[in-house]
């Protein structure tokens, strides 16, 4: 069983199978923190077991796996400093094309899953008052894209709801930081092409493989998530972390984008994902 100061601090992360999640756990391991590194399937994030990280599963869209995962461990740590809600998944598709369920499912995990695991980990802060909670989003809750409606319309809610949990939480002592991250090297494309070819026979078939492109908009020019993860970590720890952090390639162009005036940045969007071939 490892042993650790009680002045170690104690981060819980959600989402570590891949990508962010699993650098931030290596990278926090590394730093001496004792790292609670989770994953939806458990047997995805063994590898991650050291000396100062202990994996766990969790599924963010179970209250009573979010309940035993808290649980487990402020039973072994005695306290959460900081919580980091990184779990999420990107649904591609034109909107109009989207199942309910499947849109029931990016909401369950990107948005409800996420206030669900915060609810329960605030509960020990507060009565403490102190903590951090940070909320990795993604640029593209700035600027929503086309065949990603659906993903970049959780990502804006996130930015609504942690700007509300960082003004009520602020009382108690907790800090809440948002991550509007832009592209970052991850099997987030990957898992969200898959099944794509239901479009083919919709009004969209005609440009499907510019709704396959988007899956993968995200790793172009993307920086390694080793990188990202150091970066953040360096800012997480400052005195005074900033709310709001952008990591990540396109942190600029796209919030650029975005202030331009609608119609503009409608008609770039619009002939960058082959609309204005329709």
Do not use: W
Not at 55 to 62: A, G
Not at 139 to 165: E, Q
Not at 230 to 236: E, G, I, P, S, T
């Amino acid at each position: 069983m490892n042993t650790f100061s009680r002045k170690s601090p104690v981060v819980l992360i959600s989402g570590c199978s891949s990508g962010i999640g699993r650098q931030l756990a290596k990278e926090f391991g590394s730093r001496g923190y004792r790292v609670f590194a989770t994953a939806r399937r458990p047997g995805s994030i063994t590898d991650l077991a050291s000396k100062n990280v202990t994996t766990l599963p969790l599924d963010v869209t179970d209250g009573a796996s979010i309940r035993k995962c808290v649980k487990k461990v402020l039973d072994e740590a005695g306290r959460i400093d900081i919580l980091i809600n990184n779990a999420g998944l990107l649904l591609i598709g034109p909107a109009v094309e989207l199942e309910a369920a499947d849109m029931r499912h990016q909401f369950e995990t990107n948005v409800i899953g996420l206030t669900a695991l915060t609810r329960e980990v605030a509960q020990d802060m507060i009565r403490r008052k102190s903590g951090m909670i940070v909320n990795m989003s993604s640029v593209s809750g700035v600027l929503t894209t086309p065949f990603a409606g659906a993903y970049c319309s959780t990502k804006a809610a996130l930015t609504a709801l942690s700007d509300a949990m960082r003004m009520e939480l602020a009382p108690f002592g907790i800090r809440v930081v948002i991550v509007q991250a832009g592209g970052t090297r991850s099997k987030l494309g990957d898992n969200a092409a898959v099944n794509l070819e239901r479009f083919r026979d919709t009004p969209y078939g005609k440009i499907h493989e510019f709704i396959v492109a988007r899956a993968f908009t995200s790793q172009e020019r993307a920086i390694p998530a080793e990188k990202f993860a150091k970066k953040l970590v360096d800012r997480l720890e400052r005195k005074n972390p900033p709310v709001i952090i952008r990591l990540g390639s396109e942190t600029i162009r796209l919030p650029f984008m975005a202030a331009l005036p609608r119609a503009l940045t409608d008609a770039l969007l619009r002939k960058r994902y082959g609309l204005d071939r329709l």
